[in-house]
T-cell receptor, first 114, second 111 residues
């Protein structure tokens, strides 16, 4: 079974530029999560999708971050414009359903904003 | 809100045992998870506890006391490859079953 795929793996941009990350969850997984993990911290949930609907985006900085999962499969997370404090690893995870206990994580995208 | 605490770092010798503690204060509780995260890699699932007691899985065991808001992960017969960050996470049904993660405990195994 293929795991959660993410691209790119690494990205370096200057502040005020835009960037987009892509995630393809495990086939059949209805629930998809985007996390931000700053160095030395645990993952922080940014947004949670159930199929193509948003379950929770309370911690997403909506003035600069956006995410979509139009067909209920893969998802993109965008930052526009980026700030220095956005430097982090962005992890995508998926589960079969909303209450399924094991989340499967992708390898993450390491973003450096200079 | 959610408050999850775990030690920042621990060091142990190859072949030894290490116990990583996690305390939590959350609005609700529907399970506690331990994940292992090697440097530069994604977290991988280790264990899940929803009832009090000890769950054993090979060299790794996880314990939960809901009344005390406390869990520990026990790593036995430590190997060099166990050097990693160990994340404690709590699922809260009053918070849409989202996982709230602790900051992680970095375990260094020395020869």
């Amino acid at each position: 079974e293929a795991g959660v795929a993410q691209s790119p793996r690494y990205k370096i941009i200057e502040k005020r530029q835009s960037v987009a990350f892509w995630c393809n969850p495990i086939s059949g997984h209805a629930t998809l999560y985007w996390y931000q993990q700053i160095l030395g911290q645990g993952p922080k949930l940014l947004i949670q999708f159930q199929n193509n609907g948003v379950v929770d985006d309370s911690q997403l900085p909506k003035d600069r971050f956006s995410a979509e999962r139009l067909k209920g499969v893969d998802s993109t997370l965008k930052i526009q414009p980026a700030k220095l404090e956005d430097s982090a690893v962005y992890l995508c995870a998926s589960t079969l359903g909303l209450v399924t206990y094991e989340q499967y994580f992708g390898p993450g995208t390491r973003l450096t904003v200079t | 809100g959610q408050n999850i605490d775990q030690p920042t770092e621990m060091t142990a010798t190859e072949g030894a045992i290490v116990q990583i503690n996690c305390t939590y204060q959350t609005s609700g509780f529907n399970g506690l998870f331990w994940y292992q995260q090697h440097a530069g890699e994604a977290p991988t699932f280790l264990s899940y506890n929803v009832l009090d007691g000890l769950e054993e899985k090979g060299r790794f065991s996880s314990f939960l006391s809901r009344s005390k808001g406390y869990s520990y992960l026990l790593l036995k017969e430590l190997q060099m490859k166990d050097s990693a960050s160990y994340l404690c996470a709590v699922r809260d049904p009053s918070n849409d079953y989202k996982l709230s993660f602790g900051a992680g405990t970095t375990v260094t195994v020395r020869a």
